[in-house]
Each structure stands twice: as C-alpha cells, then as structure tokens.
C-alpha cells in the first residue's frame, strides 16, 4: 500500500499543481501550448527511441498489431453508427470514440506506475495505434474539416513526425544488432544519455499540461457524458477480455503487457481532434475539449483503480 501511495499521489499532485497554475495565471496557454510543443517533438520521441532500441521483438507481436488496429477500426465504425442511432448532433462525434491518447496520457500513467524503463511495452501496444491515426484518423478528419482528402499532406506528416523518425531508427538499430553498441559508443552513448535526460522531464510536465487544461463546468461534464460512457461501455470490458485473455492465453506475451494493454484500452480519445476542427466551429470544439477533459479524469480513476490491484508488472 505504501508503495502504491508512493506511485498514485504524485500523479494527482502534479495534476493539481497544473491547475494551480492555471488558476493563478502563472504560465500563459499559449507557453502551456509551447512545452506541448517541447514534449511531442523532443521529449517524447527521446524517451520511445530508448525504449524502442532495447526492446525484445517477438513475432507475436504481430497478433497485437493487428487486433489493435482492428479495435480502432471498428471503434471509428461504431462511432458513425452510434451518432446516427442516437441522432447525435455534433458532427465530430466519431472520432471521439476512437483513438487513444498515448502520448500525453499513455505514457505519463504507465511510465509514473510501472517505471519509465518500462514504456516499451504500451509503446508496442501502440504501434499500429500511429498507423491508424496517421493514415485513417486524421486523413478523413482533414477531409472534414477541408471537405477534400489531403493524402500527400498525410504522407508528409507522418514522413517528418519526431515521434515517427524516432521509432523507426530505433527498431532499424535493433534489428540490426546495434542497440547495445549504441549504448556502449562514446558518441552515442552521449546522446542515449542526453535522450535518458530529456525522459527525467517527460511525465512531469505532461501531468502538468494535463492539469493545466482541467477547467470543466457542471454543464461540460454532462454534455461529455454521452460519449464517455457509450465509448467505455465497450472498451472497459474489452479491455479486461483482450489483457488477460488474448494478451496472457492467446499471444502468450509477457505479463507486462498485460497491463500495458489494459492501460492503453482506457485512454481518452486523441488530444489532435479540436485542433483539426475549422476555427469557427466553436460549439464542436468545446464539446470536444469537454469530453476530452471528462475522459481523461475518468480514466485516471480507472487506472489508479486498476494499479492498486495490479501494483507490478510481472
């Protein structure tokens, strides 16, 4: 239990300070905005490049790939039906039900329970999450917003993503053989330690961050509370179905997946959608912004809920 306390508080300690901060107008939006900048394009592929470059490839990893981009899919699929049913007015509203939040929120939950040494596991998990996001996800949500597909734009993106870059030259390197000597070369054995530096500040500032755009009303919260519980009301038992069935029985991976992909299953929608959005959809975007915030905060509870139960990774 102490252990526990040891790992959960901070969290939601660095969640209150962000709003704090927020409150008192200690840091602006848009420098908030700024260190956003600073963790998606710096610190975070730093931090997967690590992980990436030591990580133990396994062919059933394929088994993953494939099923987590198959949830993604059919959640996007889902989302279309399901507006449709309940004649949901918000045109935005498929895409709120699918996609995960990995990188502001997967990585500072798991790597502040389970240890930043040990993100290399969600990062699998969410491998053909980036694919999904990038080729599917975001081409029809610029279409969308653009009325047209904009698939060179796509490309493009995707080909000068930090976080892509640094995933691909560190799986290369370790196919290769070369993640040890990386480790051992003067040279880049500076720059993996720069790289383990920059990892120090990771899930600080984007619990932060998080914190930081916390500001719901009684009105938000109910106006986010069709798409929180008809999204978990899947992915919350799919999650526990697909960790310790398919994970552990199935694919036969190691234990740490398990919670690798339980944590990954509850993760809010992408925080990318408002900013894709026309600018004068104000009404879409503040429902977003809402159901993004409602989600985060229930995920966090399903998590620590889940941490206190599950404490170690093997």
Known sequence: ??????????????????????????LSPGTVEELKGLVVNIALPAVLFLA????????AFLGLFLLILLICLVMFLYG???????????????????????GMVGISLFGSAYGLANVGYIAIVDLSHELFIWF??????????????????????????????AIVTAVVLNVAGLGESFRIWPVTAAVAETFGLLGN???????????FGMGLSLQGIRSAATVVVTRLVVLLPLAFLVS?????????????FEAAVFTFL??????????????????????????????TLVSLAIFIVYFVFNPALG
């Open 1 to 26: 239990m102490t252990e526990i306390i040891i790992r959960v508080v901070p969290i939601l300690l660095l969640l209150l300070l962000g709003n704090i901060i927020r409150v008192r107008g200690i």
């Open 52 to 59: 990436f470059l030591e990580m133990r490839m396994e062919r």
């Open 136 to 165: 599917v996800f975001v081409t029809i949500l610029t279409a969308r917003r653009d009325g047209v597909s904009n698939v060179k734009g796509t490309l493009k993106g995707f080909a000068r993503s930090p976080l892509i870059l």
């Open 244 to 256: 310790r069935v398919v994970v552990r029985d199935m694919l036969a991976l190691e234990p740490a």
């Open 266 to 295: 509850i993760l809010p929608p992408p925080y990318i959608i408002p900013l894709f959005m026309k600018r004068d959809d104000v009404e879409e975007r503040t429902y977003a912004n809402n159901v993004l915030s409602v989600y």
């Open 80 to 102: 279309f039906i399901l507006r449709r049913a309940l004649a949901v007015p918000f045109a935005y509203y498929p895409f709120l039900m699918t996609g995960f939040e990995f």
């Open 201 to 211: 500040v990771l899930i600080p500032v984007i619990l932060i961050i998080i914190g």
